[in-house]
């Protein structure tokens, strides 16, 4: 970054989050009909859940996952970040819910960030003749309609034999999601049932095209592979994400993988 430009990356920045701050109250179609303004939290909750097909979800088999690069792990490459623009980040996006950092193919950090206020993404720019720049992009999250949930562990064959894919009505049919990069669905794949029901659900009332990225640091050891992946989904109005452990015994099908800590997420967003 332009260590010599302070002026002009911070009015970048003040540019970038311009009267995202103040938290509005909840729209008025939120709001039943005599509600007052501070029941707006629950009424938001409702109409999400009202605006919810009632159909399964499209359940995804494990795949490969995609090829990565031997690179640093994720603290490593955010600490490449300048520490005005981690700062900054951290700032716009609140509490921290989960978060990674990777190296794009030229070997510049950028970072994800899903915080209690918003969902931050912060990438590098091209900065000719100068020291490389970045731009920092905040979507602020619903007041109100943060969901946070934790999910139990064991293995992904046990609990599709325990319980329904996902919840739906006789005869329901089959909703599906566009997943862009289309490789998403080996990833999601690889989750529990429940937590690919919980991850998708938001966006089935919309245009069915949502975005994928990831993170993910796998770990050989002699008795097991340990594999941290951490998976966010976003289109124009919801989020959702995952972070979540597994473990894998030499030979076994991913299907067998033991999960540790899963927890998940899902909000809707302010349009932008």
């Known amino acids: 970054m332009d260590r010599g430009d302070d002026t002009g990356r911070d009015e970048a920045w003040r540019r ?4 995202r701050d103040r938290m509005p109250e909840p729209r ?19 109409a999400a859940r009202a605006e919810q097909p009632e159909g399964l979800t499209q359940i995804h088999e494990p ?4 090829v ?5 792990d994720r603290e490593v490459c955010w600490e490449r970040l300048p520490a005005d ?8 996006a609140g509490t921290v819910l989960l978060w990674w950092a990777h190296l794009t193919e030229d070997g510049d950090p950028f970072a994800v960030v899903l915080g209690d206020r918003g969902l931050c993404r912060v990438q590098p720019t091209p900065a000719a003749g100068r020291a490389r720049d970045f731009r920092g992009e905040r979507v602020r999250l619903e007041p109100g309609t943060l969901r946070s949930r934790p999910f139990g562990g064991g293995t992904a064959a046990a609990a599709a034999a325990g319980s ?13 999601l566009r997943l862009d990069p289309a490789e998403a669905q080996d990833v999601l794949g690889h989750f529990p049932l429940d937590v690919q029901d919980f991850l998708q659900r938001p966006f089935l009332a919309g245009n069915r095209s949502v975005r994928a990225d990831w993170y993910y640091l796998e770990s ?4 097991q592979t340990a594999l941290f992946l951490v998976m966010c989904l976003t289109d124009d109005r919801h989020v959702t994400a995952v972070e979540a452990r597994r473990t894998l015994a030499p030979g076994a099908t991913p299907d067998r993988a033991r999960w540790h800590g899963i927890t998940c997420h899902q909000a809707r967003l302010v349009p932008r």
Do not use: I, M
């Open 16 to 19: 970038e989050f311009a009267a």
């Open 85 to 92: 623009v981690r700062g900054k980040t951290l700032e716009k």
């Open 68 to 72: 990565a690069p031997d690179l640093p």
């Open 220 to 223: 050989v050891e002699p008795d």
């Open 28 to 46: 008025g179609a939120d709001r039943l009909p005599g509600q007052r303004p501070q029941d707006g939290r629950a009424a938001a909750r409702a």
């Open 63 to 66: 795949g490969p996952l995609p």
């Open 164 to 176: 329904p894919a996902a919840p739906g009505r006789p005869g329901a049919r089959v909703e599906r």
